[in-house]
């Protein structure tokens, strides 16, 4: 479904200037690129909900300021989601056209 014209505007702007919680922006990053995770959803049998980054994010700073955290499955599932996402960006940034990036998760080269 269509979200409102202002996180749009946000999703377009430059992410250091979101004024949100890293979770947000993560996730909405996550939106912008939504054919391509659904494609990753496919091939790698994974889900990623804003929740799952929610808590992906606190692990990550509890990690980050010394608190002691355990790993669980939805953590990893999570980060290897965003790995992905993260490739997807970098590589939509530097001019790859979509039917070639398309391959790439089809095939589940992305992330692997």
Do not use: P
């Not at 505007?9 to 990053?29: C, E, P, Q, T, V």
């Not at 992905?84 to 089809?106: Q, T, V």
């Amino acid at each position: 479904k269509k979200l409102e014209d202002k996180t749009y505007d946000m999703i377009f702007n430059s992410i250091s200037h979101w004024g949100m919680a890293n979770s947000r922006k993560i996730y909405l990053l996550y939106k912008k690129q939504d054919y391509y995770m659904k494609i990753l959803n496919e091939k790698a049998k994974l889900s990623c909900t804003e929740e799952d980054i929610a808590a992906f994010v606190k692990y990550r700073n509890d990690i980050t300021h010394g608190r002691y955290r355990t790993l669980d499955s939805v953590i990893a599932a999570t980060a290897y989601a965003l790995m992905a996402l993260a490739y997807c960006c970098f590589l939509l940034r530097m001019g790859i056209k979509n039917d070639k990036l398309k391959l790439l998760f089809e095939t589940n080269r992305i992330a692997s």
